[in-house]
Structures are given as C-alpha cells and as structure tokens.
C-alpha cells in the first residue's frame, strides 16, 4: 500500500485541494482520486494525483 498525493487548483493557481491517501495500486489510486475530485466539485479544475514514486496517475489542465 502506498500514500498518494492529489492537489487540485483554481484558474489563479489557488490550490483548493491537496489530500494524501493510500490504496493498494495506481488503478484504485485513481479511482479514489476522481471520487475525491467529484466531492469536492474538484473534477473540471487543473488537478494531478501523483505515486508515491512520482509517477503521474490523474491529470487535467
């Protein structure tokens, strides 16, 4: 199980969400990111969710 990192941002470069969770794979990674986006009315504003070996999971400019 890793941590991975989601940050999402305002057009200004405001950061509105930076949240750290764990899953057991960048798959469930991802899901549980877009879940938290889309709580957080997150999912059409600049985000990215990282691996916790940097790797690039979710991205949307």
């Known amino acids: 199980m890793g941590i991975y990192k989601l940050t999402a941002f305002e057009p200004n470069g ?3 969400l930076d949240e750290a969770f764990e899953a057991n794979s960048d798959n469930e990674a991802k899901a549980k990111g877009e879940a938290l ?3 957080n009315n997150a ?4 985000h990215r969710c990282t691996s916790p070996d940097g790797k ?6």
């Open 43 to 46: 999912s059409e504003k600049t």
């Open 14 to 16: 405001e950061k509105i």
């Open 37 to 39: 986006l889309k709580e």
């Open 56 to 61: 690039l999971i979710l991205f949307h400019r």
